[in-house]
């Protein structure tokens, strides 16, 4: 209980002790009965008992109003002019307030009998002394619907006092679970942000090794060549610094409302002149990419067509065909490249997408995805499929297929 609530309970024991004082000071309401007994030590003490308890009222309601009750009813059976026991209103107020509701039906149903007797029990001398008069009838049924309105009050305040806890414990339940999603939210957008990092230098790392190992055969005899491969290596390397700079910020800002969004995405004609320039050639047609579309459609594109390249450029024969179109509601990926014929990686491609029946039987096939077959395929066929596209691999004789539909504004 707060020291506030504690003032507010003396404040009311001593107003009931002040106002019960008066009462049986001045005789009662209306003329002076000739059988009240006039104020005295003992009705002082009794008026205190009829009031002070109250300080309690919070802390031990039940004990609170058999106190004040029994002291009240000693009162009326000494015949001081109690004409009505206003301590007694109170704790009873605050009788149904505490127990009006309780979940236990012997304190519930207690609490409300031990209201309802008082009245009878406080009548109870004068009915013993005098019998029925219609003054004893009047003030009975008074006192009777006085303290019936008195528990309803007190019931009704309990019922607005749980109405705002439960208000107050949903309105936190939904903070918490705003926060909770608002948490979720951003773990998901770090995940993904980890994984387009993975993405990105993974790839500068493949891009690295095809240039080092140019550059390490043709580095005395042919100078020039291996001085541009250096070149690339030293641009692809800076490019992967900057996006790992930027994606590791964001990874690390604690705020919701940090960019999570990649930066330019879909840029996909730096993408394929950036593997002209390592040596990969490349026969491209690119339809319809002037048109807008959603950052993630476009970001998924990106690297979809960045890990396909990838694996062309480290596992195929130095050459692809790229071929994106955009047609309405949808962004069309494919890429086709001549690889090898190795079986062991004929074998990861054909675990890694859809091949043809003859290729799995044993026909010439080569290699397209290689070591990173597991990884690269699997994420790139995730990637469409939080769109709600598809992503299909497959070896035709000796080249590598690669197809990406990747749907968005709601049609496929």
Known sequence: MTRRAGLIDAGAALLAFAATIVLLALHGFGTPSPEAVPLDGRGVLLAMGAAFPLVLRRRLPFACYLAVAASSAALLALRFPLDFPIGCAVAVY?????????PSPMRRWGARASAAAFVPVAASPNVAGQ??????VSGTLFWAVAFAGTWLLGDLSRIRRERLVELEERAARTARDAERERRLAVAEERTRIARELHDSAGHAINVILVQAGAARLLHERDPDRSKRAIATIEEVARATMGDIDRLVHVLREEGADAPLEPATPGTLEELLDRHRAVGLRLETELMGTARDVPTGVAWAAYRILQEALTNAARHGTGSATVRVRQPPGRVEIEVTN????????????ATAGRVPASVRSGSPAGTAVGARAGHGIVGMRERAAVLGGTLETGIEGEVFRLRAVLPYGGRG
């Open 131 to 136: 019998g029925w008069s219609d003054g004893l």
């Open 94 to 102: 605050t009788l149904a307030a505490a127990y009006g509701g309780d």
């Open 338 to 349: 001549p690889v090898t014929g190795r079986r062991g990686d004929r074998e990861a491609a």
